[in-house]
């Protein structure tokens, strides 16, 4: 792994609008670049100019502290909206590896307690356990919201699919923890994986163990698969485990340049997810009193 620091101009990223997947006017890319390395990871396709080998190198906004400080501050020209704060982003884990060593993540968690700001934490490291305590103090005070992604709860499947991260069953264990301590939680089970993660008996499982654990949501959402390195690198897992489906994966990818499947495809795993959501009874966005 090749780690590069650098000094950031600016941290947050204001967002047009708050949608209901996230429910954040803010996000932040600490690290750009992730080292989980998930071999369906979208953060390898060329058009966002990720630089070095994704997936092994890393580069750290080692100044993210001071310059968000400043761009918190309440005196500025234009104060920020007060919303749901989100650090982290889609090419970067806010709880990969490199941060037991830089810290940028907690760091910045105590940063926004100062300020009195919600946070809103997606990650698949089990390493957010360590900022348990900073997340309770927000909680307690504005509030939190841990969410993991999940491709399926299924531990084979992880070990193939996610080689970087905890298994599922670890991280489910973390989410209970969270909601032991008060914390809300929710599952992103996105990217499902076409033919593979998507069947009704995975689906269905992961409801059933998120149920379980006790989420108040699930986030659900099929994969994007964007021609170049990104499909590329995702052929190379197919090859060696399911190299039948790699055809089927042509035919529902063919030519649509944001990487989306075919309509016909998505509708039909939307259906069949909605109904098992429907059977558990979980709200499939955040609830409104969340916000």
């Not at 600016?10 to 080292?35: A, E, P, Q, V």
């Not at 968690?109 to 390493?127: I, N, Y």
């Not at 509030?143 to 193939?160: C, E």
């Not at 021609?227 to 190379?236: A, K, T, V």
Request: charged content about 30%; glycine content about 6%.
């Amino acid at each position: 792994m090749a780690v590069r620091e650098i000094e950031a101009k600016s941290i947050l990223r204001r967002h047009k609008k708050i949608d209901s997947w996230f429910i954040s006017h803010y996000g932040m890319n600490l690290y750009r670049g992730c080292t989980h390395n998930c071999t369906y990871c979208d953060g390898r396709y060329e058009g966002y100019y990720v630089e070095g080998t994704f997936g092994e190198d890393v580069v750290v906004k080692v100044n993210a502290i001071d310059v968000l400080r400043k761009e918190l501050n309440q005196r500025r020209k234009r104060p920020l909206k007060r919303s749901y704060m989100m650090p982290g982003g889609g090419v970067g884990d806010s709880y990969q590896p490199v941060e037991e060593k830089y810290q940028l993540t907690r760091k910045t968690l105590h940063l926004l307690h100062e300020h009195c700001f919600p946070v809103h934490m997606l990650t698949k490291s089990t390493l957010i356990r360590r900022d348990m305590d900073i997340l309770k103090k927000i909680n307690e005070q504005s509030r939190a919201i841990v969410s993991f992604s999940f491709s399926s709860v299924d531990d084979r499947m992880g070990a193939i699919f996610e080689p970087g991260v905890p298994l599922p069953s670890e991280r489910l264990h973390t989410l209970s923890l969270f909601k032991k301590e008060g914390i809300s939680c929710g599952m992103f089970l996105l990217p499902v994986i076409p033919f593979i993660t998507d069947t009704p008996t995975l689906m269905e499982e992961a409801v059933r163990k998120a149920k379980e654990v006790g989420v108040d949501f699930i986030i659900f959402g099929g994969m994007t698969l964007k021609e170049g390195r990104q499909m590329e690198y995702f052929f190379r897992t197919l090859e060696a485990q399911y190299p039948e489906l790699i055809p089927r994966y042509r035919d529902i990818y063919r030519g649509n340049r944001w990487g989306n499947p075919d309509e016909r495809y998505t509708r039909d795993i939307h259906v069949t997810f909605n109904r098992i959501a429907k059977k558990y009874h979980i709200p499939l966005r955040i609830p409104p009193s969340l916000y």
